[in-house]
Nanobody, 124 residues
Framework: VQLQASGGGLVQAGGSLRLSCAAS????????MGWFRQAPGKERDVVAA????????YYADSVKGRFTISRDNAKNTVYLQMNSLKPEDTAVYYC??????????????????WGKGTKVTVSS
């Protein structure tokens, strides 16, 4: 599975962005998907995750109520809708696929595939 993230950019605080992660390969629907982010000088942390069916989701406390993860298995794409953005959301965002949804609770270990990041900058 190859992953390609897009949709990052510069936005003012309070604004919105939608990130997309397009996957190649026919096995996309077998994987749980998630988004991580890494700010300069900080570790890469999980932001949100979604089960292969889309029925289960997980969010970091810092984004609950503002971000929504979704997926379209017919399009091999996972999305991250980000609303009410804050300057502290500034980071490079990465999508990742894992055969084990529970791996997202443990951080970056257990991810099978990573996409290249897309940068999100939120100005105050």
């Amino acid at each position: 599975v190859q992953l390609q993230a897009s949709g990052g950019g510069l936005v003012q605080a309070g604004g919105s962005l939608r990130l997309s992660c397009a996957a190649s390969g026919r096995t996309f629907s077998r994987y749980a998907m998630g988004w991580f982010r890494q700010a300069p000088g900080k570790e890469r942390d999980v932001v949100a995750a979604i089960t292969w069916s889309g029925e289960g989701t997980y969010y970091a406390d810092s984004v609950k109520g503002r971000f929504t993860i979704s997926r379209d298995n017919a399009k091999n794409t996972v999305y991250l809708q980000m609303n009410s953005l804050k300057p502290e959301d500034t980071a490079v965002y990465y999508c990742a696929a894992s055969g084990d949804y529970s791996s997202y609770y443990s951080g970056t270990r257990g991810m099978d595939y990573w996409g290249k990041g897309t940068k999100v900058t939120v100005s105050s």
